[in-house]
């Protein structure tokens, strides 16, 4: 009989990290695994997995393949806490024989600590440097505080899908440490599914005739990091091409702050179902990405532009660290400031640059689901 996976998502679905953790739990479950399933602020009705039952899902629902156990926590320090010490009492109570958490910060910290004590096996996804892209210098101090090599030697196993965070995993442990790559479900991120609705979401967006730029975005400290270059940018874009229109998808705690910004030409669509995005995708003509030379920024692996490649549609813009490395010959490249990028957009519209080398093959190939698959479960047969 297999063992019991607890695995635990810190964030809720304004972050993209519930895409890869969803992922994940269903192939666990498919595998035979029993699966108890944390996410914060979970809702039954945008969980898209195929192995979803009507109903909410609670830890003593038996007829479910998994159990949910949603932890309620809003953007501040004493909800997190407060959420924090809920974990903790799961951790240290439910019948379980491997830990499986998202991220390292401090929020997991806490849980790899009280997992060990309990004598259980760790297995930590480690996604990006959490200390890197916070708000505040307390709370970036406490994010490395986190991430210090005691905290990780806990751990059994250390997933990411980034070569320079499993860089620095490696030297601060000799416990196994796997790429495991995004995951895109590739079938799913085509753009030759989405011709048909692509064009009724044309007509009820009024956006026929437009030259679409789209800009997926998490509206929290992190993900906006750099949306002011791209506002920036679009200043100058709109001044030369007034026809160019600025799509931005995507929510978050934040999101009001940059709504005030909209404009003729830039249209905020909020929070969308991830299953929606690629028809979203589908109406651009390209996708737009901007990453600033930051710790933070080098060590992710940006996951829209993934998608954007898997449709395919073309991609402008910046990239840094382990992003750059992966898919740097497959972006229409401008340097590192708003100018350059309004320029290289404004040129590659009127020059019509769009061939690419084949991103979707390439996309398929490296970061489909079906490779994230193989490569976790072979991660997962190093647990000893």
């Keep these: 009989m297999k063992p019991t996976i607890f695995e635990i998502n810190t964030f809720d679905t304004t972050y993209a990290a519930y895409i890869r953790s969803r992922k994940m739990r269903d192939l666990l479950v498919n595998e035979g695994y029993r699966v108890i399933y944390s996410e914060a602020n979970y809702q039954v009705e945008n969980d898209s997995s195929r192995l979803r039952r009507n109903g909410t899902r609670t830890i003593n629902t038996k007829n479910y393949p998994f159990a949910v156990l949603n932890i309620t926590q809003s953007d501040g320090m004493v909800s997190f806490a407060l959420a924090t010490v809920k974990r903790l009492f799961y951790v240290s109570t439910l019948k379980y024989e491997i830990l499986f958490l998202h991220q390292l910060s401090i929020l997991t910290a806490p849980l790899i600590l009280a997992a060990k004590i309990k004598g259980k096996k760790i297995v930590l996804d480690w996604d990006d440097l959490a200390s890197a892209v916070q708000s505040s210098p307390w709370r970036s101090l406490l994010g490395r505080l986190a991430e210090n090599p005691f905290v990780v030697r806990q751990t059994d196993l250390i997933l990411s899908h980034n070569s320079l965070i499993i860089a620095e995993a490696k030297k601060m442990t000799k416990s196994p ?28 967006l009024n956006i026929v005739g437009k030259n679409v730029l789209i800009y997926a975005v998490s509206f929290n400290t992190g993900g906006v990091a750099d949306l002011d270059i791209i506002l920036a940018a679009m200043k100058i874009v709109v001044r030369e091409n007034p026809n160019i229109l600025l799509i931005i998808l995507g929510g978050g705690p934040l999101l009001g702050k940059y709504q005030i910004k909209e404009s003729p030409n830039i249209q905020f669509l909020g929070q969308v179902d991830h299953d929606k995005v690629p028809e979203y995708l589908s109406l651009a003509d390209y996708g737009l990405v901007f990453m600033r030379d930051s710790t933070g920024n080098r060590m992710k692996m940006s996951l829209k532009t993934l998608e954007y490649l898997s449709m395919p549609i073309p991609v402008i813009g910046h990239l840094v660290g382990g992003t750059q490395k992966a898919v740097e010959k497959y972006i229409i490249e401008s340097s590192s400031t708003s100018i350059s990028l309004a320029k290289t957009i404004v040129q590659t519209i009127k020059k019509q640059i769009k061939k690419r080398p084949d991103s979707r093959k390439y996309i398929i190939d490296n970061f489909g689901v079906e490779v994230m698959e193989k490569q976790f479960l072979k991660a997962l047969g190093k647990l000893t």
């Design 177 to 204: 440490v796997e790429y495991i790559t995004q995951g895109i479900n590739t079938e799913h991120f085509n753009i030759k599914k989405y011709q048909k609705q692509s064009m009724v979401l044309k007509n009820k």
